[in-house]
């Protein structure tokens, strides 16, 4: 799940946000078989089905392709395109309430940059 993925989200949505953040740390690459349901379910303790529904949305996105009897697949491109759509979801989903939250705070950009990352 990534930092700014919600407490509430559904389960396919936290797993796809998992295995996004994989592919865009290069854990998964362009050609890498993705786990398999069943084993994506019992490391995340969830159910196949919900697995299943995540993985689908990445192949209907165009980011995995399934071969069928093998498994799923990362495919060429899948990274940059990930990449741009996460930006988008970024700035339009949770910029705005990051944003929010900074002037609520009285915070300045300055005081964002200076802070060190632990």
């Known amino acids: ?10 389960v ?5 946000a998992s295995i996004a ?8 690459r362009a050609g890498d078989q993705l786990p398999s349901v069943r084993a994506l379910a019992a490391e995340h303790g969830a159910n196949p089905l919900t697995v299943a529904k995540a993985y689908q949305s990445f192949q209907d996105d165009g980011y995995v392709e399934v071969r069928r ?19 988008d979801r970024f700035l ?7 944003r929010e939250h900074i002037g609520l705070l009285g915070l300045s950009a300055r005081e964002l940059l200076d802070r060190e990352i632990a």
């Open 1 to 10: 799940m990534t930092a700014l993925e919600h407490e509430d989200s559904p």
């Open 12 to 16: 396919y949505l936290k797993l796809r």
């Open 21 to 28: 953040t994989a592919i865009l740390r290069g854990e998964y």
């Open 69 to 87: 009897g093998v498994g799923m697949f990362v495919l060429p491109g899948a990274v940059e395109r990930l990449k741009v759509a996460e930006r």
């Open 92 to 98: 339009t989903s949770y910029w705005p309430k990051v």
